[in-house]
């Protein structure tokens, strides 16, 4: 049974909402947007509908606030209030809700409208999840493709993946750039930085897959797989359209080299001038390269890693970064070790 959730600081309004719906959907019936945010901690809706002119918090606000949660914001919204003017209709539609319902409101209408839109949300859903897996599928192939061409660095694609979201729900966790990071769509992120390394599929095999240590020039050329990976992230988003999920990416593949002393590549970006995205790679990415073993060198334990990464901080990597790091890191090594 599908939940709705009304937020109405007129009891008569809540009674009538809940009389005409709760035959056929789980109804919460909340007085005021507060103890909305508080449920919503424990229940998350299908479908809210929310009155405008309310105290505390009127509806428009509660709104811009759902908006810009990357938890809530996928939630519909209705509004329902005496309010029917062309120019509250216009903000309700610009901030974000999908219809207007009017006071006084009559059961069956209600009931129908709501119908309707979950009916909607539900083929929005499915398409969406056809298109995330499809998405998920082309991603897939990519990274395969980089992971099999540098037989050097083993799995370092789905290890340093997996680093990524241990790092991401610390930060959150901890309140590190949670402002930020709580905009995201997390899993579309995460997904999104298995892409970091796609310039590599630019650079040859023979200095790709080289035996022992690079020589200056090859280096440069190595250096060359970030800008290599914007570029082809950017032909991409001209052809199928500016996305999150690619801009995401553009953002892991362009500048986990940047370096917090401003001394990386490719841009020379400094502190956080350099994305976040970038940075939060750079973290996993040099963690990797040190405890994995390469043809050049041997592996560094766990321990010796973390001292490495730890001296880091404020030249090579964000020091923030890396006290959220220091708090996952024995989660990190076993995922290192799997």
């Not at 903000?91 to 709501?114: C, H, M, Q, T, Y």
């Not at 998405?135 to 980089?146: E, R, T």
């Not at 570029?231 to 991409?236: Q, S, Y």
């Amino acid at each position: 049974m599908k939940t709705v959730f009304v937020v109405d600081d007129n009891n008569v309004n809540l009674l009538s909402a809940d009389e005409a719906l709760s035959k056929f959907y789980r109804v919460y019936t909340l007085p005021s947007a507060l103890s909305m945010f508080e449920l919503l901690d424990d229940v998350r809706p299908d479908i809210i509908l929310l009155d405008i002119l309310m105290p505390e918090m009127d509806g428009f606000e509660t709104l811009k606030r759902l908006k810009s949660s990357g938890r809530y914001n996928g939630i519909p919204v209705i509004f329902v209030t005496s309010r029917n003017d062309p120019l509250t209709e216009s903000l309700g539609f610009e901030i974000g809700a999908i219809d207007f319902i009017s006071k006084p409101f009559s059961g069956p209408v209600l009931l129908n409208r709501i119908k309707t839109h979950l009916e909607i949300e539900d083929i929005i859903r499915e398409r969406t999840e056809n298109i995330k897996k499809m998405k998920n599928s082309i991603v897939s192939v990519l990274a395969n493709m980089v992971e099999n061409r540098d037989t050097i660095t083993g799995s370092h694609i789905e290890r340093t993946t997996k680093y990524i979201r241990l790092i991401l729900n610390k930060m959150l966790e901890l309140g590190v750039y949670s402002d930020e990071v709580r905009r995201w769509d997390l899993e579309t992120a995460i997904s999104s930085a298995r892409l970091h390394d796609v310039g590599k599929i630019i650079i040859s095999d023979s200095i790709l897959n080289k035996p022992g240590s690079l020589s200056p020039e090859e280096f440069e050329i190595i250096k060359t797989h970030t800008a290599e990976g914007e570029r082809i992230i950017d032909t991409i988003i001209e052809d199928s359209g500016d996305e999150i999920f690619l801009q995401y990416a553009k953002m892991f593949a362009g500048y986990h080299h940047e370096r917090w002393d401003g001394k990386g590549y490719p841009h020379g970006l400094k502190g956080e001038e350099i994305p976040l995205q970038g940075r939060i790679m750079a973290i996993a990415d040099v963690y990797d390269a040190l405890v994995s073993k390469r043809s050049y060198k041997n592996a560094f334990s766990h321990k010796d890693a973390v001292e490495i990464i730890k001296k880091s901080g404020g030249t090579h990597l964000d020091p923030q970064l890396i006290n959220v790091f220091l708090e996952c890191e024995s989660e990190i090594e076993r995922v290192s070790t799997e």
